[in-house]
């Protein structure tokens, strides 16, 4: 064992987390001594001030920010349940044309998850130079990989409005046993507004990407609220960004196959520490939100959102219903 320890105030208890060191440290397990409180919790990993999942090692981040880029990879960047799924589902079918069974033999061949997990960005790096890398991410600015800021691959990024991005976020949060406060909704609403929230909160993640590099040519910038308005304007959005024209007959087929019945039918689950334990699709709809806020909620989230978006480009195309 190392000695380097994290210490965390998690209500009335502590926990104290462990990283046991080896030869790869890349395939090092964290073990967790509780205190005080007979649930175990996976807790959370903060480096250099940002808060990620346990599943980040703590030399990820340098390594992403090191990690060369190629000119055809595509990187689906979006905070946490911003429709991350949906939208690398949209850009593999632009990329194999509507095929199927193309689409599946890819996914099965590499069932990657998020690039900043374990030791997945090796795994990335290791695939093959034939076709591009389609990799889902969720990192701050300055964790992204340097080659991008010169102009290397593409980006497509989406923002989905804060009020049901949260509703979303706490609903896969509460059953993944990180902290005690993310499983209920009052304390996980207290959570999100504060810079430590897992992955930081919703205004500190997407507004330095927009706000700087919305008008970079290897950025698309889409809204969740704009894919549901016009899903097959969106779908033809990528595709342009991508270089990728396809007939009218397979741009009906790539929005087919990436519609929430479609999608749903499929039953994707993310797969948690080697095993499927989430269906990622819950709903799907905007202003979902108002089934979970409270009029105090909505009233002081309103207040911290007007503070923060004035004066901002973004603010100008988040909907909170449509």
């Not at 044309?97 to 193309?102: Q, T, Y």
Request: aromatic share 14%; hydrophobic share 35%; glycine share 4%.
């Amino acid at each position: 064992m190392c000695g380097h320890q994290s210490h965390h105030k998690l209500y009335a208890y502590e926990y104290i987390r462990h990283i046991n060191h080896c030869s790869k440290t890349d395939c090092c397990q964290p073990n967790y001594t509780m205190t005080e409180n007979p649930k175990t919790l996976l807790g959370l990993n903060v480096i250099n001030g940002f808060t990620w999942p346990p599943l980040v090692h703590d030399t990820n981040p340098e390594k992403l920010a090191n990690f060369k880029v190629r000119e055809d990879d595509v990187f689906v960047l979006t905070y946490p349940k911003s429709g991350t799924h949906w939208t690398q589902k949209l850009v593999k079918n632009i990329l194999f044309e509507g095929n199927n069974d193309k689409i599946r033999k890819d996914s099965e061949s590499n069932p990657l998850g998020p690039i900043e997990f374990g030791d997945n960005y090796k795994k990335y790096d290791s695939l093959s130079t034939e076709k591009p890398r389609v990799m889902m991410i969720h990192v701050p600015v300055d964790v992204l990989p340097r080659q991008v800021f010169e102009g290397k691959g593409k980006v497509v990024f989406v923002i989905r409005n804060p009020k049901d991005n949260l509703v979303s976020y706490w609903n896969f949060l509460k059953d993944r046993q990180y902290l005690e406060e993310y499983e209920e909704w009052d304390s996980c609403f207290e959570a999100s507004l504060r810079p430590d929230m897992l992955y930081g909160n919703w205004f500190d993640f997407n507004l330095p990407y927009y706000e700087n590099h919305r008008n970079k040519k290897n950025f698309l910038f889409l809204t969740y609220e704009e894919m549901k308005l016009d899903h097959k304007g969106c779908v033809l959005r990528i595709c342009d960004f991508l270089s990728r024209p396809l007939s009218e007959e397979q741009v009906d087929k790539v929005v087919e196959n990436t519609s929430f019945s479609s999608m749903k039918a499929s039953k994707p689950v993310l797969f948690f520490q080697g095993k499927p334990t989430y269906n990622l699709l819950r709903k799907g709809v905007v202003g979902d939100w108002k089934t979970r806020f409270t009029v105090a909620q909505k009233e002081r989230f309103d207040a911290i959102y007007n503070q923060r978006m004035e004066g901002t480009a973004l603010a100008k195309r988040i909907k909170f219903e449509i």
